[in-house]
């Protein structure tokens, strides 16, 4: 019986099966490893005195379900903005949509 096998760097053969499980957590991982480091980044940008026009405005607790958290931290990574920043933004749109 032949199976396909992919010669690795260090000059092994593995299983192409077992090697694409490997490639998908290695991108997996390298994934992950971006979105904490752009999320330790912008925390950093922040601290710095990014955001002081916000600094006097009070903390809200908001009930979220968490998808809609989850894509809003997905959209707030990709245009490099914070979840906060995304929800006060949508909220100033709706708020002119209603006073017209």
Same mark, same amino acid.
């Given at each position: %019986?032949?199976?396909?096998?992919?010669?690795?760097?260090?000059?092994?053969?593995? +299983?192409?099966?077992?090697? &694409?499980?490997? %490639? &998908?957590?290695?991108?997996?991982?390298?994934?992950?490893?971006?979105?904490?480091?752009?999320?330790?980044?912008?925390?950093? *940008?922040?601290?710095?005195?990014?955001?002081?026009? %916000?600094?006097? &405005? +009070?903390?809200?607790?908001? #009930?979220? +379900? +968490?998808?809609?958290?989850?894509?809003? #931290?997905?959209?707030?990574?990709?245009?490099? /903005?914070?979840?906060?920043?995304?929800?006060? *933004?949508?909220?100033?749109?709706?708020? /002119?949509?209603? *006073?017209?």
């Amino acid at each position: %019986m032949y199976y396909l096998s992919v010669l690795l760097d260090i000059g092994r053969y593995i +299983p192409i099966d077992i090697y &694409i499980v490997l %490639m &998908i957590n290695i991108s997996v991982l390298t994934r992950k490893t971006t979105i904490q480091k752009n999320y330790q980044q912008r925390e950093k *940008e922040d601290s710095s005195g990014r955001n002081n026009s %916000m600094e006097n &405005i +009070p903390k809200t607790t908001l #009930k979220i +379900p +968490p998808d809609l958290m989850l894509w809003y #931290k997905h959209l707030a990574l990709d245009r490099n /903005k914070t979840v906060t920043e995304l929800v006060v *933004e949508a909220m100033r749109e709706y708020r /002119k949509v209603l *006073e017209k």
